[in-house]
């Protein structure tokens, strides 16, 4: 076969399998017989879930002490300097560790609360679950679901 006969044959080829790409694809990205899209959407307060842990009070009265440590570990380091830069530099170093503190005891409730929204999300068959403040209409509130969730694991 020459190559233009052999080029026009792949373009005849490639032609057909073009035109029949798009109901293919179309097919298969279809899903069948779904409910409405806001039945797989899930909305939650994450204000109120986390408000609502079991847990958080106690983590809240730990951070309070320990502001109020590093407050005074600031306090101390600034008295002992003179410079008004090095002072400066202390009290943030104080702040900083706080907020590492803050960070490390608060990681398990938030973990605690993402994975309560994941057991509800997958027990009401929801593939998305969005913060209730994105949403203007439509989906399943699943707050109430969640904060159960939680109780449950006290």
Not at 32 to 42: E, H, K, L
Not at 66 to 88: S, V
Not at 95 to 113: F, G, H, V, W
């Amino acid at each position: 076969m020459s190559s233009r006969k052999v080029l026009s044959l792949v373009i005849m080829l490639a032609l057909s399998v073009l035109s029949f790409a798009p109901s293919a694809l179309a097919a298969a990205k279809k899903p069948a017989a779904t409910p409405s899209g806001a039945d797989f959407v899930g909305i939650v307060d994450r204000g109120e879930i986390l408000n609502n842990h079991p847990n958080l009070n106690k983590v809240r009265q730990q951070l309070s002490e320990i502001a109020r440590k590093k407050e005074n570990e600031a306090k101390a380091a600034a008295d002992k300097e003179t410079e008004p830069a090095k002072k400066a530099q202390a009290v943030q170093q104080k702040r900083m560790e706080l907020a590492q503190e803050e960070q490390k005891l608060m990681a398990p409730i938030y973990r605690d609360c993402e994975q309560a929204v994941r057991e509800v999300a997958v027990k009401k068959k929801l593939t998305l679950v969005l913060d209730k403040f994105v949403v203007l209409i439509g989906g399943v509130d699943i707050t109430q679901d969640v904060i159960q969730q939680l109780s449950k694991k006290k």
